[in-house]
């Protein structure tokens, strides 16, 4: 079904506004501007299309990246872009209020011939900000990089309050806690815009607190100004889960998006009785055959959890699958792999030893959920051994080694000698992991280093596709981050925040 000659991100469109819903009209108009871009053939002269990967701002070949550092009390918030220069790096500094870079990534709004600035747009989460009077409301700020001054320049804030953005500001909610869009590893023709998936793990339902939410929108412009159109909310009760069954269940908590797939965490999900066993919804942009433009592929969204047959694992309070998600892309196919994070997962009477499930998603088959399989300290391939708060899957990635994905994971609570929660980062099914006490890596096991906390999210548009490592406690949550280390013939680095508190390396991208 599937034809693989096609570039991918020219094919996938949203359709995605249910009937009913206020976004309908501008979603209308938003896939009739689209398929027109798909169908129509560009004059050979002026083919629109983004030189270059996703998350290369200055446009010179080589992504670029970034570190968020969100601070917390009477720390603010700042974001460090690193970029690559075309062989003459520099670094820029963007500030904010407290949690502002609690979430950091990227978003592609080309509209038009000329929108070369938009082919990837630095996007930042605050999600503590006030919005009308409302205490961490939460908002998205959106960067465009001007090559011309060297300078990335705000494009606009966007919140649950702005125009054509379904959905309402709601104290608490945290909007912007996580973000996500589609990005891409090599040049695109006929770039679309991409939809922005935001998070706001505290939004409320009808009687279902911190339920948690997730919004979708195209940004766009319009005189001069940053509007978001086009887009959806994705609730709990689109999946069936309804009612006060959605207290607590934070969807949102952790994004990843990979081609046509978005996967959602919700970790405080009750399945069952058991409260806090964690889910993950997957929703499913169209997925658009190139001779059948007019037959689009669309499930609906589908909740995954540790009680589905086809799911390994028996889903436990406190589990908290979903803590964390990530999508690896499968090669020449639409399918991709998603691995969750259950850092809560008790395994032998370990609590909270942890354990991540891996299984395949796929957009073009009736059924779009494979079987998953899960992986811990204990099986065999995996480097360390299953301890009590070890908190194995805090994040997830993946890295291309060897010409492999392998899966990356994070295990922030790991202890090493008399260095509680220190923490490391392995590579699943080579027995390879690293802490601060192994050789090549800098810095040294001490107490709350946290190490693996956060991981890059998207390697797979950087140079040797490995992830980033976080070490958001690093001398007093001054906080670092680990370059290089899963890189074949890389120099292992760690760059150091400047402020004590500011938790540098909370947040990375790509
Ligand atoms: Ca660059
Ligand atoms: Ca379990
Ligand atoms: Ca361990
Ligand atoms: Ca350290």
């Keep these: ?6 570039a991918g991100g020219s094919t996938m469109i949203w359709a995605g506004a249910r009937p009913g819903r206020a976004a ?64 003459d790096p520099r670094t820029v500094v963007l500030r904010g209020p407290v949690g502002f870079g609690t ?25 503590e900000e006030t919005v009308n009077g409302m205490p961490r409301a939460g908002a998205v700020h959106v960067y465009s990089y001007d090559s011309t001054v060297e300078e990335f320049q705000l494009r606009g804030r966007v919140t649950a309050d702005s125009e054509s953005v379904l959905g309402v500001p709601q104290t608490g909610a945290r909007f912007g806690a996580t973000v996500a869009s589609a990005s891409f590893a090599e040049e695109t023709i006929d770039p679309v815009s991409e ?62 998006v990979r081609g046509t797939v978005l996967a959602a965490g919700a970790p405080g999900l009750r399945v069952g009785g058991d409260a806090g066993a964690g889910g993950v919804v997957l929703a499913f942009t169209p997925l658009v055959f190139p001779d059948e433009p007019e037959d ?20 436990e309070a406190g589990d908290a699958f979903g803590a964390a998600v990530h999508l690896v892309p499968v090669r020449n196919d639409p399918a991709v792999d998603l691995v969750v994070g259950s850092p ?28 998953f399989r899960s992986v811990h300290q204990g099986t065999p391939g995996s480097a360390g051994n299953v301890e009590a708060g ?27 000698g008399s260095a509680r929660d220190t923490g490391m980062v392995q590579v699943l099914g080579t027995d390879q992991g690293w802490h601060q006490g192994s050789p090549e890596v800098p810095g040294g096991n001490e107490t709350g280093d946290r190490m693996g906390a956060t991981l890059g999210g998207d390697p797979g548009v950087r140079d040797g596709l490995a992830p980033d490592v976080g070490v958001p406690g690093e001398d007093a949550a001054t906080g670092a981050v680990i370059t290089g280390l899963l890189e ?23």
Excluded: I, K, N
């Excluded at 009739?32 to 446009?59: K, T």
């Excluded at 998603?361 to 009736?366: I, K």
């Excluded at 074949?488 to 790509?510: K, Y």
């Design 390 to 416: 070890d908190r194995f899957g805090s994040a997830v990635s993946s890295a291309y080694l060897r010409w492999t994905w392998r899966v990356v994971v994070g295990v922030p609570g790991e202890d090493v």
């Design 195 to 256: 939809l922005l998936w935001v998070g706001s793990p505290g939004h409320d339902l009808t009687g279902a607190p911190d339920a948690g939410r997730v919004t979708s929108f195209v940004l766009t412009s319009g005189d001069g100004e940053l509007l978001a159109t086009g887009g959806d909310v994705l609730d709990l009760p689109d999946v069936g889960v309804r009612g006060s069954a959605a207290a607590g269940a934070r969807l949102g908590s952790a994004l990843s």
């Design 296 to 315: 689009p592929v669309q499930h609906a969204p589908v909740l995954v959890h540790q009680d589905l047959a086809r799911v390994a694992g028996v889903a």
């Design 24 to 87: 309908a009209v501008a979603v209308t108009t938003t896939v009739g501007v689209l398929l027109a871009g798909v169908l129509a053939a560009a004059p050979a002269s002026a083919e629109p299309e983004c030189l270059g990967a996703s998350s290369d701002f200055d446009r010179d070949g080589s992504a670029d990246t970034v570190v968020g550092a969100p601070g917390g009390g009477s720390v603010r918030g700042s974001v460090t872009v690193h970029l690559s220069g075309g062989g």
């Design 344 to 371: 809560g997962e008790d395994l032998g009477g370990r609590a909270d030893a942890g354990m991540v499930s891996v299984g395949r998603v796929h957009p073009a088959l009736s059924t779009p959920a494979g079987d």
């Design 103 to 127: 979430s950091v990534g990227q978003v592609r709004s080309y509209e038009r011939e000329g929108d070369d600035e938009f082919c990837t747009q630095l996007v930042v989460g605050s999600p």
């Design 488 to 510: 074949e013939g890389a120099v292992v680095d760690r760059e150091r925040g400047t402020t004590a508190g500011a938790r540098f390396g909370q947040a990375l991208a790509p």
């Design 1 to 6: 079904m599937w034809r693989p000659s096609q």
